[in-house]
């Protein structure tokens, strides 16, 4: 995070004092420090970077339909059949084949959104967004199972202030969670988080910070978990943008740096990465109507010799 910080004193829109009080940056323009930007929301600070190098990838067929009955609520089907990785006390990957059928509902408006799905494997999920005032909102995520012990509920409450944003988190388990961000300049952000999980007796806290300009977006994570966590995107273009990541766990000694890429063509968008795992992947959504797109999944693990392709399509806004 040290280096964030440095980088953003370094930068363009570094401000010098002036003798009168007044901070302005080196373009001439005045920064008002009780006017500052409100912060992304703590969990979203790595976002950009997310959107290339955590693409959803799947692997077999996939068909998703969305039908919208009025202009609030709409239905939803999805067909998945393909394989899914089981846990193996061997290196070796084990698949088997899986497949299900997704019935799901959706009702939107200005202040609530309630999303609902239910599986032919008998889980159940549900979610639901409602904004109690222009700053206050609750969010309630839930995923009901046919296995004992894996069902779970989390109720969030995001507040939005003027240059910050808090969240407080409360969970099955006997799980509790708190995290706020503030910003402390136009372009560097600084937050903290904790968090208590009673049944295990665990508990933990961590620190961020994100420095985000019109060109550049860089973020630095550590945890007392053991985690450090580093990402970098650069915005080459409008349709073009690349980022990195480095991933760090002090506990295990394990460390793991991948390369993504953005790109924005005409009637298509191209998402990818590969990272020091020797694992290479590429998602291509091809628009080849209003409504309606082509989609493509590759993940290549050279080490495992882990081969995963998938295509499907999506029908409906």
Request: glycine share 10%; charged share 20%.
């Amino acid at each position: 995070m040290g280096g964030v910080i440095s980088y953003a004193a370094g930068s363009k829109k570094s401000s010098y004092l002036l003798g009168d009080g007044d901070d302005i940056d080196k373009k001439g323009d005045k920064i008002d420090w009780l006017d500052l930007p409100c912060p992304v929301k703590y969990e979203e600070i790595q976002r950009e970077a997310l959107v290339s190098l955590k693409p959803e990838l799947f692997e077999g067929l996939r068909f998703d339909f969305t039908k919208p009955l009025s202009q609030k609520f709409s239905l939803s089907h999805s067909v998945f059949m393909g394989a899914v990785e089981v846990p193996a006390q061997s290196p070796q990957t084990i698949k088997v084949s899986a497949s299900h059928y997704e019935f799901g509902a959706n009702l939107i408006d200005n202040r609530m959104m309630l999303i609902g799905r239910i599986l032919t494997d008998g889980r159940m999920t549900a979610r639901l967004k409602y904004d109690l005032t222009d700053n206050f909102t609750v969010k309630v995520n839930a995923q009901l199972t046919n296995e004992p012990h894996f069902s779970q509920g989390m109720f969030h409450f995001d507040y939005k202030g003027k240059d910050y944003q808090a969240q407080v988190q409360l969970g099955n388990n006997a799980f509790y969670g708190l995290n706020y961000i503030q910003s402390v300049t136009p372009t560097l952000a600084l937050g903290g988080e904790a968090f208590w999980l009673g049944h295990q007796r665990k508990s933990g806290v961590g620190f961020a910070a994100r420095y985000n300009t019109d060109k550049v977006i860089a973020t630095g994570q550590i945890a007392s978990t053991g985690m450090v966590s580093l990402t970098y995107v650069q915005r080459v273009s409008e349709k073009v943008s690349l980022a990195s990541d480095f991933m760090y766990n002090w506990m295990s000694k394990e460390a793991t740096t991948s390369v993504g890429y953005d790109y924005l063509l005409r009637t298509c968008r191209l998402r990818g990465r590969f990272d020091t795992n020797g694992c290479v992947a590429a998602y291509l959504e091809e628009r080849l109507n209003v409504g309606v797109n082509f989609l493509l999944s590759a993940e290549i693990d050279h080490w495992k010799k882990d081969y995963k392709f998938g295509f499907g399509m999506t029908v409906g806004e």
